[in-house]
């Protein structure tokens, strides 16, 4: 309720002060008719003919406030000037009350109160993180309408006359002022303001018929057919996190943030927009800014989103289905929120093979999946030297949909490289992929190499453990990989070698396997490489060495795109295929001995 005399506006940005000092404003129309306004002369803005002089506004005597809002002290003592959520002080007039402070606390648990001006709201932490900041920005707020509190995502509006707690995406006013326009520049057209507007529940945005939004970005001075336009310096929210919070800036002086503005909450809807809960602003000249770049947002699907990579250009994008690329499996991801929103049946989903429809409703997200092998469910498997890539589609009908409907389809691929855990660094040349596929990359491959006790390669000595053995004997070396498409893809030997060190780049180094050949055919056997996932081979120890490690690299090989089978002539072997080479696995030390006494 506000009393005869009284103006009461609420303020909050950069330049108050606590006493009667005044406020900074653009214009003494800013100022309260029982305050006095001073225009200071400061020096000018180089190019700028708008910019005069500095204006401070004072409550004059007998009154007490900013300048902005002033209140007569002897009328106000009396207890009838402040409205709800404020106090009377004698000193700085109404201010807020702190109700998170008050040993009655307004929010229950897990909830987080945060004090806003004349009010608080109700923070609702994220379910992965209750612990989080109570500062944080994309925490949901949650109302209370008539002693209940509404589910996240929900305010309390009035809806038929009658306040209940709704979801503000169905029930906002058409906000469609074109001088709102990013574009509009203001200092030409006139100056609006919206401190004057008597804001009434949620408003979206238009520039015409179609829908944008607040800009992102900093927004120039006497844009937006204003002095001082407001944009938002944080990002709208997702369509998951509700109603959330959100400070506002406008440009001022050489200050993209030099008024901040009372906050204002704003939701992301389904369908690419979003809507605003808009607050007076404190002065004038100040209004919200329309931005014209996002108007292209308007055009994306439901399964799209507008995306932009300087808050300047916008372009509609896929969002991508959850996929996860594991050793065996591959799992792909819908929400259940998406599905619902474009009309799709999750129960009529199936991937290339049609009878393959299998789905698992987890977490508000339905999950399908397929074994990582070529040829289920319709999955395809390409290859070059480096990498082995499964592709498959999802297909999703609309609800009650006919069998001969259109699906809705969602192409992904997984890539894995044809390489293990200890691979080199080489290029990554993956296959080319179909444009808007969702694509991610697997596990690498796992290769281990044990030293056998004789040529049944049954029995290994302990891993990690020192290895003595008499010099002549034989080492008996095998090696496998872990690999889910055994008929397709083999492990070859390409180098094998000893070295006085740990490391196998140390000097010198003494080759018993290379370019996939035996260096000396009477000393080394190779007695499979090139035509499984496992590789073996036997060598003599040479050498007075005090002791030895052994390394050996390898590669896996596509024996399906080209001969892997090693075909060795005077040492050398002649190009099989185009495998990739990897980093040396070692084993050592190994100890040579007389004898084992």
Known sequence: MMSSGVLMVLLFFKHVTADNSGTVVTSCEACHDQATCLDSPVERERGDAFQTGSVTCTCQDGFVGDGITCYDLEFCAKGSCCRQGYGWSSELGCVDVDECSLPDQPCSPPQVCENTPGSFNCLVPPEDDLHSSPGSDSRSVQFQCGGRRCPVGEDCISVGGTSLCADPCLHYSVLNDDWRSTTNYGAANGYHCDSSVNWQGWYRLFLGNTSVQMPERCVEKYMCGTEIPLWLPLAH??????????????????????????????????????????????????????????????????????????ETNWRCERKAPELVCGRS??????????????????????????????????????????ERREGRCGNTLETNATHAVYSN????????????????????????????????????????????????????????????????????????????????????????VEESEAERFVVVLEDCYTTESPSPDNLPQTYMIQDRCPTNRTQVTVEESGSSLRASFSALLQGDYRYIFLHCSLSLCDQRSSSCTPVCSRRRSRSVSKSIRLKPLTIGPITLAQSLE
């Open 393 to 480: 589609s999802l297909f999703v009908y609309p609800v009650d949909g006919r069998n001969d409907s259109q699906p809705f389809g969602f192409p992904f691929s997984c890539v894995y490289p044809l390489e293990t855990e200890s691979s080199l660094d080489v290029a990554i040349r993956p296959l080319p992929l179909t444009d808007h596929k969702v694509v991610r990359v697997g596990a690498k491959a796992k290769a281990s190499m044990s030293l056998y006790r004789d040529t049944n390669y049954t029995q290994p000595y302990p891993a990690g453990q020192p290895v003595t053995l008499i010099a002549g004997s034989s080492l008996y070396v095998g090696v496998s």
């Open 237 to 310: 929210p997702q369509l998951s996190d509700g109603v959330v919070q959100r400070s506002v800036c406008g440009h001022y002086y050489y200050d993209c943030c030099y008024w901040r503005q009372n906050p204002i909450h704003v939701k992301a809807c389904y369908g690419n927009y979003y809507v605003y809960k808009l607050v007076p602003t404190t002065t004038c000249n100040m209004a919200y800014c329309a931005d014209v770049n996002t108007t292209v947002c308007s055009t994306c699907g439901v399964f799209d989103a507008c995306v932009s990579d300087n």
């Open 329 to 370: 499996l591959l799992k792909v991801g819908l929400p259940n929120v998406y599905l619902e929103a474009a009309g799709l049946d999750a129960s009529s989903a199936h991937l290339a093979d049609h009878r393959c429809s299998a789905h698992e409703d987890r977490n508000g997200t339905v999950w399908y999946q397929v």
